[in-house]
Protein backbone atom coordinates (compact mmCIF):
# COMPACT_ATOMS: atom_id res chain seq x y z
CA UNK A 1 0.00 0.00 0.00
CA UNK A 2 1.33 3.37 -1.16
CA UNK A 3 2.48 5.86 2.00
CA UNK A 4 3.30 8.71 2.51
CA UNK A 5 3.71 9.61 6.52
CA UNK A 6 5.86 12.92 7.30
CA UNK A 7 7.99 13.77 8.67
CA UNK A 8 10.59 11.34 7.06
CA UNK A 9 8.46 9.11 4.13
CA UNK A 10 10.42 6.07 5.97
CA UNK A 11 6.23 4.80 5.59
CA UNK A 12 7.30 5.11 1.78
CA UNK A 13 9.75 1.86 1.76
CA UNK A 14 12.55 1.13 -0.32
CA UNK A 15 12.55 2.11 -4.16
CA UNK A 16 10.09 0.09 -6.67
CA UNK A 17 12.64 -2.67 -7.86
CA UNK A 18 10.75 -5.88 -9.41
CA UNK A 19 13.74 -7.05 -10.29
CA UNK A 20 15.91 -6.98 -7.31
CA UNK A 21 18.63 -4.94 -8.89
CA UNK A 22 20.73 -2.27 -7.69
CA UNK A 23 20.47 1.21 -7.65
CA UNK A 24 21.24 3.58 -9.89
CA UNK A 25 20.89 4.15 -13.78
CA UNK A 26 24.52 4.37 -14.27
CA UNK A 27 25.43 1.36 -11.87
CA UNK A 28 26.02 -1.83 -14.37
CA UNK A 29 23.83 -3.72 -11.45
CA UNK A 30 21.12 -1.47 -11.69
CA UNK A 31 18.55 -0.04 -12.30
CA UNK A 32 15.79 -0.03 -10.08
CA UNK A 33 12.69 0.11 -11.90
CA UNK A 34 11.61 3.11 -10.34
CA UNK A 35 14.79 4.97 -10.69
CA UNK A 36 15.12 8.35 -12.47
CA UNK A 37 16.56 11.90 -13.89
CA UNK A 38 16.91 14.21 -10.99
CA UNK A 39 14.95 17.20 -11.57
CA UNK A 40 15.81 20.78 -9.88
CA UNK A 41 13.03 22.55 -7.72
CA UNK A 42 13.60 26.12 -7.30
CA UNK A 43 14.21 27.99 -4.05
CA UNK A 44 10.16 28.56 -3.78
CA UNK A 45 9.20 25.16 -3.98
CA UNK A 46 8.32 24.51 -7.35
CA UNK A 47 9.11 22.40 -10.47
CA UNK A 48 8.47 22.09 -13.90
CA UNK A 49 9.55 18.54 -15.11
CA UNK A 50 8.29 15.58 -17.83
CA UNK A 51 9.95 12.45 -16.36
CA UNK A 52 9.81 9.38 -18.36
CA UNK A 53 10.41 5.65 -16.71
CA UNK A 54 10.29 2.87 -19.11
CA UNK A 55 10.96 0.00 -17.07
CA UNK A 56 7.36 0.81 -15.12
CA UNK A 57 3.82 0.68 -16.46
CA UNK A 58 -0.21 1.37 -15.59
CA UNK A 59 -0.75 -2.43 -16.07
CA UNK A 60 -1.74 -4.88 -13.89
CA UNK A 61 1.48 -6.79 -13.86
CA UNK A 62 5.16 -6.48 -11.74
CA UNK A 63 6.11 -3.37 -13.01
CA UNK A 64 2.84 -1.71 -12.82
CA UNK A 65 2.70 1.39 -10.47
CA UNK A 66 -0.64 0.03 -9.38
CA UNK A 67 1.00 -2.99 -7.72
CA UNK A 68 0.21 -3.73 -4.01
CA UNK A 69 -1.81 -0.68 -3.55
CA UNK A 70 -0.07 1.66 -5.58
CA UNK A 71 3.06 3.28 -5.17
CA UNK A 72 5.08 6.42 -3.28
CA UNK A 73 6.78 8.85 -5.12
CA UNK A 74 9.86 10.31 -2.60
CA UNK A 75 11.73 13.67 -3.82
CA UNK A 76 15.15 13.80 -1.96
CA UNK A 77 16.83 16.73 -0.62
CA UNK A 78 19.94 16.62 -3.25
CA UNK A 79 20.82 15.02 -6.77
CA UNK A 80 20.91 11.27 -6.75
CA UNK A 81 24.53 10.27 -7.69
CA UNK A 82 23.03 7.88 -10.12
CA UNK A 83 25.43 5.04 -8.98
CA UNK A 84 25.62 4.47 -5.13
CA UNK A 85 22.69 1.47 -3.19
CA UNK A 86 20.11 2.17 -2.45
CA UNK A 87 19.71 5.45 -3.02
CA UNK A 88 22.05 7.70 -5.03
CA UNK A 89 23.30 9.40 -1.84
CA UNK A 90 20.67 11.65 -2.65
CA UNK A 91 19.96 12.74 1.57
CA UNK A 92 16.71 12.79 3.11
CA UNK A 93 13.16 12.79 2.25
CA UNK A 94 11.84 15.65 1.72
CA UNK A 95 8.90 15.31 0.00
CA UNK A 96 6.26 12.24 -1.35
CA UNK A 97 3.23 11.80 -3.00
CA UNK A 98 1.27 8.30 -3.71
CA UNK A 99 0.05 6.83 -6.96
CA UNK A 100 -3.22 4.77 -6.38
CA UNK A 101 -6.04 3.92 -8.88
Keep these: ?39 TVRANGTANATLNDSR ?5 DSYSVFTNGGTSLVIHAQADDMKTDPSGNSGDRIACGVIVR
Design 1 to 39: MAKCEAPSFESAGAHFNPDTKQHGLKNPKGPHAGDMNNF
Design 56 to 60: VNLGT
